[in-house]
Nanobody, 115 residues
Framework: QVQLVESGGGLVQAGGSLRLSCTAS????????MGWYRQAPGKQRELVAS???????HYANSLMGRFTISRDNAKNTVYLQMNSLKPEDTAVYYC?????????WGQGTQVTVSS
């Protein structure tokens, strides 16, 4: 079993930055890929970005250029650097990882961007 724990969410003004972290623990071999999703009130959960263990990153088209995903395989940790935040980025951000055919989710961290 794998547990994913996110941190780094909070309240920030528009134009500001936040860095989210997600660390995996438990029976971790290689989570591939790891990623971030978000869910705003009344909306479906959507992919923000994902990254393979080799470092290949994929972004939602609308977020490319403002968000950067990275990972530290030795620490089983994935990061999401979010810059130039907008009120529409307000959502619960979830960490996601896949291993041996199973998908794991974190509990989510709230990001609120005020205008």
């Amino acid at each position: 079993q794998v547990q994913l724990v996110e941190s780094g969410g909070g309240l920030v003004q528009a134009g500001g930055s936040l860095r989210l972290s997600c660390t995996a623990s438990g029976t971790v071999f290689t989570l591939n890929p790891m990623g971030w999703y978000r869910q705003a009130p009344g909306k479906q959960r959507e992919l923000v970005a994902s990254i393979t263990s080799g470092g290949n990153a994929h972004y939602a088209n609308s977020l490319m250029g403002r968000f950067t995903i990275s990972r530290d395989n030795a620490k089983n940790t994935v990061y999401l650097q979010m810059n130039s935040l907008k009120p529409e980025d307000t959502a619960v951000y979830y960490c996601n990882g896949r291993q041996l055919g199973s998908t794991y989710w974190g509990q989510g961290t709230q990001v609120t961007v005020s205008s």
